[in-house]
Every structure is written in structure tokens, then in C-alpha cells.
């Protein structure tokens, strides 16, 4: 599981400091015409994205 950071939970869902997932490591599977569209390309861009900017505010 992951936050809206991208962080990985631990199973008490607290984050655990500088690990970080996204795309198929986060644990989604796409099933379907989406995977084969590039559903799951966005899905990492994204959270990739929303992870470096949480690394950028936490480096501050």
C-alpha cells in the first residue's frame, strides 16, 4: 500500500521513510485494454511525480 506521496505503508499504515513505489510495484494490476493503452505508464509518470515532489519539500 501507498499514500498519496507515493510512500510505502507499513501494515499499521505509517510510512516508511524514503521508500517510495509506483507503477506495477505499487501493487496494482490493470487488467484489459487499459494496460495495453498505457493506463499503467500514467499511473507510474504520475506517482513518480507526486514522490519526487515529496522528496523536493522534505529536502527543504
Not at 501494515?11 to 507503477?23: M, N
Amino acid at each position: 500500500m501507498t499514500d498519496t506521496d507515493a510512500r510505502v505503508l507499513t501494515a499499521r499504515k505509517k510510512p516508511i521513510d524514503g521508500l517510495y513505489a509506483s507503477g506495477n510495484c505499487a501493487a496494482f494490476v490493470d487488467y484489459g485494454a487499459g494496460y495495453q493503452a498505457g493506463y499503467s505508464l500514467a499511473r507510474a509518470m504520475t506517482f513518480s511525480l507526486l514522490a519526487v515532489e515529496h522528496m523536493a519539500r522534505e529536502a527543504r
